[in-house]
């Protein structure tokens, strides 16, 4: 009678399942990218950048150096490299048809990087990033300066942000 009406067989069924699954599920196991079991902090802290060559590229190097050692500063003896090409862009995209004069746009900002061991000069991970910050060109000439050069310092902050995710994430798969 137990088994006529297939009850008891789907509960046996449905309880074997659950078993199942709760031991399939003990067996994962789940950590943060960034944990210290990982070492990817110290890894980070142990990255040193190159040399800056215009203003926003030394805005995202004093970024990137503040998020890699927590405000600590460059490492004395590095154990990775990072090559770091940065590149501007304002593109003017609300343009006024009477005066022919933009009066918003885009600050894009573009990083080329390229990770190495110091010793060995292998590459870690390489890659291409931009960020976008947008603005609003007022009137006046020095207001329009100072709000395109506020943009570039966004689009430099999130592009840093940016670069410390993808190394991050190369270095703690190591």
Do not use: W
Not at 79 to 103: C, K, T
Request: hydrophobic content about 45%.
């Amino acid at each position: 009678m137990l088994l006529s009406d297939g009850t008891g067989l789907s509960r046996l069924g449905k309880a074997l399942a659950g078993i199942a699954l709760l031991g399939v599920l003990a067996g994962c196991q789940v950590r943060p990218l960034y944990s210290t079991a990982a070492g990817t902090e110290g890894k980070l802290a142990s990255v040193s950048i190159s040399e800056a060559d215009d203003r926003v590229e030394q805005q995202v190097r004093n970024d990137l150096i503040f998020l890699f050692a927590g405000g600590a500063g460059e490492p004395q003896n590095a154990l990775y490299h990072l090559d770091l090409n940065v590149s501007v862009r304002n593109i003017g995209v609300l343009i006024d048809v009477a005066d022919d004069v933009p009066r918003a746009g885009r600050i894009v900002v573009s990083a080329d990087y390229n990770l190495v061991k110091s010793d060995s000069g292998e590459t870690i991970t390489s890659g291409k990033r931009s960020a976008v910050a947008l603005v609003d060109f007022p009137i006046q000439e020095f207001a329009k300066l100072r709000a395109v050069r506020d943009a570039e310092n966004r689009g430099a902050r999130e592009l840093a942000e940016l670069v410390r995710a993808d190394i991050a994430s190369a270095l703690g798969r190591r």
